[in-house]
């Protein structure tokens, strides 16, 4: 909704504000206002276009995930680089299902830029060892195969892996 940095400006004019509060005695007052920045840096790291379109995304619903993210205008400029990450892993994952080229660039991309969490770096190490094996390049599936089994510390995409594998050989 808000540029990067104007809601980082908005905390710190809030701030000022619970520090003018505290200084009048209205302590009360003051620590609302230093919980109401906290919102706004919360917001700074994590961009809130792309928190309702991963809501989206949770209910299978991938043309309100598409809407959510076509708000953000001009994502070099709105969002930090983990934020750039996370902007092209959720195109990447409404894309796969249609267009697997434009995906494969989208998850690269995601790669290049950055993803904070392990497990969604796995997620988008196993799309594109997908998209390697649909493409018959079969050395680098298996690379990306093996580097997002070492991701997966939790073992939630086993499963995926071991049936990425078996397709593998029938190759």
């Known amino acids: 909704m808000f540029n990067k940095n ?20 209205n302590i009360g007052n003051g620590i609302f206002l230093i919980l109401l920045s906290t ?4 917001l700074y790291f994590k961009n809130e276009m792309i928190l309702l379109a991963f809501l989206r995304l949770r209910k299978q619903d991938f ?13 070099e400029k709105a ?3 983990k934020q750039q990450g996370y902007y092209w ?13 434009q995906a494969e660039k989208f998850f ?19 799309n594109l060892a997908g998209i390697a094996m649909t ?25 995926q892996i071991r049936m990425m594998k078996e397709q593998m050989k029938k190759i």
């Open 6 to 25: 104007i809601k980082l400006v908005i905390a710190g004019l809030i701030i000022a504000a619970s520090i003018w509060q505290f200084v009048e005695g």
């Open 39 to 42: 919102i706004f840096i919360f």
């Open 63 to 75: 043309e309100g995930a598409n809407k959510w993210l076509s708000k953000i205008n001009d994502p």
């Open 79 to 81: 969002l930090t680089k």
């Open 89 to 101: 892993y959720l195109h990447g994952l409404m894309v796969s299902q249609s267009n697997i080229t």
């Open 108 to 126: 690269k991309r995601a790669i290049k830029l950055g993803l904070s969490m392990d497990h969604d770096l796995a997620m988008a190490k196993l």
């Open 135 to 159: 493409k018959r390049r079969k050395r680098e599936a298996t690379n990306l195969l093996n580097e997002a089994k070492k991701l997966d510390k939790h073992g939630m995409m086993k499963d």
